[in-house]
T-cell receptor, first 111, second 113 residues
């Protein structure tokens, strides 16, 4: 019940495109859903996070959509840029739960 | 504020040896979590320390252990190293216990030969 499934494993888009990364979780007690961005040689950096009381959250070009009934959430990157090329991880957790991470999505944004 | 620092950044050990990795959290953060990152398994939770006490533990063998000091700095130790322990070990700090906002360090790349 602790798994977080992330798809796709890799994604290639053109500059200006809108990559979408999807995640599904199992534990209905999870109440915190962050996304992390990781560049080669660096640790993951918190990008944006959402709680289940809202269905969407935007921060700059990054948007999380959350569907509580389906136990799914996704990351959309608007007007993607080559500098967005990185590995993206979704995660799920809560105050009494460790963070469980998806396996990651390698995003490549071509110029 | 300075970010999370981890030392050393790179380490090469041989099978059977033991290793100690160090993590200094962001000033004021009392929670430190450790993760193992590998290409095959992704990011896997090892354990979390808060106020010098282990609060949560992942599914790793007892060869993996950790501790936290009164200044919130943390160390993790791996004894009797195996080839499969080769990974990037990441430390994350948070002001609160549990899986709230976590800030990761750059990691320690451990290679076991």
């Amino acid at each position: 019940q602790q798994q977080v499934k992330q798809s796709p494993q890799s994604l290639i888009v053109q500059k200006g495109g809108i990559p979408i990364i999807n995640c599904a979780y199992e534990n209905t007690a999870f109440d915190y859903f962050p996304w992390y961005q990781q560049f080669p040689g660096k640790g993951p950096a918190l990008l944006i996070a959402i709680r289940p009381d809202v269905s969407e959250k935007k921060e700059g070009r990054f948007t999380i959509s959350f569907n509580k009934s389906a136990k799914q959430f996704s990351l959309h990157i608007m007007d993607s840029q080559p500098g967005d090329s990185a590995t993206y991880f979704c995660a799920a957790g809560g105050s009494n739960y460790k963070l469980t991470f998806g396996k990651g999505t390698l995003l490549t944004v071509n110029p | 504020k300075a970010g999370v620092t981890q030392t050393p950044r790179y380490l090469i050990k041989t099978r059977g040896q033991q290793v100690t990795l160090s993590c200094s959290p962001i000033s004021g953060h009392r929670s430190v979590s450790w993760y193992q990152q590998t290409p095959g398994q992704g990011l896997q939770f090892l354990f979390e320390y808060f106020s010098e006490t282990q609060r949560n533990k992942g599914n790793f063998p007892g060869r993996f252990s950790g501790r936290q000091f009164s200044n919130s700095r943390s160390e993790m130790n791996v004894s009797t190293l195996e080839l499969g322990d080769s990974a990037l070990y990441l430390c994350a700090s948070s002001p609160t216990q549990g899986s709230g906002k976590q800030y990761f360090g750059p990691g320690t790349r451990l290679t076991v030969t």
